[in-house]
């Protein structure tokens, strides 16, 4: 799931199981008005959405007919084609745009396992590998000063990144804390994460979502 930059919009995969149905990007007004619009007409699974800084491209992930994972990008407005952005012999999964839209993160099994590499974006034959021992799920820190990650051992790791004349400069990985699955998510100060940890007992409390909830307290006053 991702929400669009002025919050107007989340662009999220729906269907798909392990019946071999295929998942497709839909996106959805944030206050809950109106029927959810498809994205893609690919007859391939799509998922893991991100929504570029000024909101012009959608990247996600797509199943080839050959079973492989490769990074696409659809214009939000004009015709509204995808292209891929990222199409090699490898998997690649997992793209986040970095805040200033210029860079994607994303995991390929290039090196003979997951490892996190960062692009341009426009896509160019320049890529930098970021983590060392193994990593997936990347995330940027808001002013893109940190790039996080999972490690194979369950750990969340922070990058240092710095701005340099051409590119950009990774410093070491460094563990922060054992994270529980693959699903996080990082405050704009990069000083709070959200995590999704095991439910201690029986029973899992549901998960209640409230939209348009001003609304709801301008009608109590």
Excluded: C
Excluded at 16 to 44: W, Y
Excluded at 48 to 76: I, M, Q, R
Excluded at 188 to 195: K, N, T
């Amino acid at each position: 799931m991702a929400w669009s930059p002025d919050g107007q919009r989340i662009a999220y995969p729906t269907g798909g199981d392990f019946t071999g149905s295929r998942a497709t990007l839909h996106a959805t007004n944030s206050m809950g008005t109106g029927p959810p619009e498809r994205l893609t007409s690919t007859p391939h699974s799509q998922g893991a959405p991100d929504w570029s800084p000024d909101g012009k491209f959608v990247l996600y992930n797509e199943v080839s007919a050959e079973a492989d994972l490769h990074l696409w990008v659809l214009p939000t407005s004009g015709d509204r084609k995808p292209t891929p952005y990222l199409q090699t012999p490898f998997q690649e999964s997992g793209g986040r745009f970095s805040p200033d839209g210029k860079w994607i993160s994303y995991t390929s099994n290039q090196s003979g396992r997951q490892e996190i590499y960062v692009q341009s974006f426009p896509a160019t034959a320049t890529r930098q590998q970021v983590s060392l021992d193994g990593g997936s799920d990347s995330l940027w820190r808001r002013d893109g000063k940190e790039l996080f990650y999972r490690s194979p051992d369950g750990n969340l790791m922070a990058v240092p990144v710095q701005s340099i004349a051409g590119g950009l400069q990774f410093g070491a990985p460094k563990a922060l804390f054992p994270i529980a699955g693959s699903a996080y998510d990082v405050s704009p100060d990069g000083r709070r994460f959200l995590v999704l940890a095991p439910v201690r007992g029986p029973e899992a409390s549901p998960l209640t979502v409230v939209l348009n909830w001003q609304s709801k307290l301008d009608r109590q006053h």
